[in-house]
């Protein structure tokens, strides 16, 4: 394990469900540490093996650009079940990740 507190956040989260990037912060303890978030999944994504894919934005929509990482999440997420609606948009009152539904 990590003494990266977003990093043990971040491994936390059970396959098919996502988290967003203010509430991984949140739990890490970072209360406004969204960007640090983002910072942790490009330096440490590699190095930790973390489901980078599963850490959405607030509206429960995918950030990266199309054609640079986008139809990769979307496809990742959509192969361990996470549903996308109107808008590419993630359900996530049926799907964010809430503390203590860890498989």
Known sequence: MSSNPIVEVILRIPRGKVATYG???????????????????S????????????IVNVRGGISLPRGDGYELQKAMLTAEGVAFGAGDRIDLSRFQWQPGEEA
């Not at 509430?23 to 999944?41: D, E, F, K, M, P």
């Not at 330096?43 to 599963?54: A, E, G, M, S, V």
């Open 43 to 54: 330096t440490q994504r590699k190095r930790h093996d973390l489901p980078w894919y599963r």
């Open 23 to 41: 509430q991984v912060a949140r739990l890490a303890g970072y209360a406004n540490g969204a960007r640090l978030v983002v910072w942790t999944l």
